[in-house]
């Protein structure tokens, strides 16, 4: 890559980054562009040449994070409950508290319903992948059951409300999920 090059991937790199930064911690109406082009050290031109409008910025911050966090959760390896398990709660101790923020604004943004519902259809695949020895051999209905319930055992909703709202401490939440998935 030529330093040009190289200078203007680190410029959207930074972009981005400060972008995530400020969607997962602020209601997406009090994100301002002059803040995230500022954090990034550009100008909001740049920003608006890089990626156009708010929501465009929105988009790209969001599957730039979710690559990275995809990455992350695929490593979950297929077969060991218990290890997957351990890796989305990882995943949401890290970035539960931002996902809900997004979810809380979904009905009003169609930008953050569009990454929300593309979030939803990863898990989903996710849970499918990791947990198949759960699922293989059994009929067609019974197994798209199973897999709705540990699409529902690993979601964000039961970390939250058995880390936030039950304030269960790590481990105890997660020898809860561990029940509900393997059932023992």
Known sequence: MSARADAAAATGERLLASAWRHFATRPYEEVRLREVAEDAGVTVQTLHARFGSKDELLTAAYGWWGVQEGARRDAAPAGRSREAIRIVFDHYEAHGDAILRMLSQEDRFPAIRERTDFGRAYHRDWAERVFAHLLDGLPR????????????????????????????????AELIVGQVVVGS
């Open 141 to 172: 209905k019974a197994r798209e059951r199973r897999l709705t319930s540990l699409v529902i055992a690993t979601d964000v909703l039961v970390w939250k409300l058995l880390r936030r709202d039950m304030r269960l401490p790590r481990g105890e």
